[in-house]
């Protein structure tokens, strides 16, 4: 199964990509995580996102889609994955298919979750995410077993430098215009399920299995 995770900065795309690979047993691929890790490793193409992701700018899609482009050739990803954070524009998306084709692929399904702006700053304000292996926790929905310290890696938890107020303020902003479009995108192709991430991350979860007929 190839899936889509699509929605506004704070929606719970990680969380709940996290908890279906799980599930399905299948890849977790985050753009946004593959991003960090290069910054962390303090390579090129992580220096180059940066500068974006600092200021809540999206990377430019040449970038974006050749490192996506590698991640999916890799062959954990032969029997499905789970994109989260990708594609984020309409030429992403376009490059996706034409990527997915080649490979007698398709997206199975789209699912955009949804939920108010002032919930959106409020979710991204209380977050904190492992520094080793990206877990995603909230202070005050979904707290760590033991303060700081993440419960899957025993890594240390930090404050993504993006959940900083007016760079959220920013982030949502860039999704409306240029990530919202593909909802449209998505609904004309027969791929949109949409859900309301209202009722807790387990709530959430469910809604999806049950949209995807996953038991
Ligand atoms: P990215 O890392 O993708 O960030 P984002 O899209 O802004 O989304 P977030 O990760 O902030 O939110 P999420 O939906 O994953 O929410 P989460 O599950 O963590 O991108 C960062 C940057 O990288 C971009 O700004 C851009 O610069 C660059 N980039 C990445 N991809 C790109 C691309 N394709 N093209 C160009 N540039 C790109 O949940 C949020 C919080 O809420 C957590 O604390 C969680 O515990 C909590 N929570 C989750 N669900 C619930 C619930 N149902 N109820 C209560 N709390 C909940
Ligand atoms: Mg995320
Ligand atoms: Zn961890």
């Given at each position: 199964m190839n899936l889509v995770m699509l929605g506004p900065p704070g929606a719970g795309k990680g969380t709940q990509a996290a908890l279906l690979a799980e599930?399905?047993?299948i890849p977790?691929?985050?753009s946004g995580d593959l991003f960090r890790e290069a910054l962390k490793e303090q390579?090129?193409?992580?220096?180059?996102?940066?500068?974006?992701?600092?200021?809540?700018?999206?990377?430019p899609d040449e970038v974006t889609i050749a490192m996506v482009e590698e991640r999916l050739a890799r062959s954990d990803c032969d029997g499905g994955v789970i994109l989260d954070g990708f594609p984020r524009t309409?030429?992403?998306?376009?490059?996706?298919?034409g990527l997915l084709h080649d490979q007698e692929k398709v997206i199975d399904a789209a699912i955009f979750i949804d939920a108010a702006e002032d919930e959106?700053?409020?979710?991204?304000?209380?977050?904190?995410?492992?520094?080793?292996?990206?877990?995603?926790?909230?202070?005050?929905?979904?707290?760590?077993?033991?303060e700081g310290r993440c419960d899957i890696c025993g890594g240390e938890l930090y404050q993504r430098a993006d959940d900083v107020p007016e760079t959220?303020?920013?982030r949502i902003l860039v999704y409306r215009q240029q990530t919202s479009p593909l909802i449209d995108y998505y609904r004309d192709e027969g791929l949109l399920v949409t859900i309301k991430s209202e009722g807790g991350i387990e709530r959430v979860q469910q809604k999806i299995l049950e949209a995807l007929q996953i038991t």
């Open positions: 599930k399905l047993g977790h691929v985050a390579t090129e193409l992580g220096l180059t996102a940066q500068s974006y992701m600092d200021r809540g700018e999206l990377v309409i030429e992403q998306a376009g490059a996706l298919k959106l700053v409020r979710r991204l304000s209380s977050r904190w995410t492992c520094r080793n292996c990206q877990a995603i926790y909230n202070v005050i929905s979904n707290p760590p077993r033991v959220v303020r920013n």
